[in-house]
């Protein structure tokens, strides 16, 4: 639709969702461009991602609050009010890779990037959760795997 419109598209890509679910999106992503041929028209399409850092969905992260009288106050984000605690009903079997507020370790966010990056995504990002720490952990390991 882009090309129909005459919209100069720079990118294609996923945000606000788990880095598990970014990972497997990014194979979507490649197939949507190929299979619409966007290539052809604009060359330097490139692939962006800008995943969550909760262990849960954020959906279920915020609703958490609801459930807990002694919340602590959610910052992450902009895009985000109220008060939040961490869900603890659907932690996955990774715990090391999240602090014990659910908010995954920028090491471990910086290993994900690096991956995508692997993957061919050129744009890499954070959404909720994400902080300026994980913003500098993904940095400094991608400027490790040029």
Not at 9 to 22: F, I
Not at 42 to 52: E, G, K, Q, S, T
Not at 91 to 100: L, M
Not at 101 to 118: D, H, M, R, S, T
Request: include cysteine; charged fraction near 25%; hydrophobic fraction near 35%.
């Amino acid at each position: 639709e882009a090309k129909e419109r005459n919209v100069p598209l720079e990118a294609l890509g996923v945000n606000c969702a788990s880095p598990d679910a970014v990972t497997r999106a990014i194979g979507v992503v490649k197939a949507i461009i190929d299979q619409n041929d966007i290539m052809t028209t604009l060359p330097a399409l490139r692939i962006m991602v800008y995943a969550n850092a909760f262990e849960t969905t954020t959906s279920e992260w915020l609703s958490s609050s609801l459930e807990t009288k002694e919340n602590t106050k959610h910052s992450s984000c902009d895009s985000c009010s109220g008060n939040v605690e961490p869900s603890t009903s659907s932690r996955n079997t990774r715990k090391k890779d999240y602090d014990e507020f659910g908010v995954i370790l920028p090491e471990v966010y910086a290993n994900y990037a690096a991956q995508w990056k692997k993957m061919g995504v050129s744009i890499i990002g954070g959404c909720c959760g994400c902080s300026p720490l994980h913003m500098k952990e993904v940095a400094i390991k991608l400027s490790l795997t040029e």
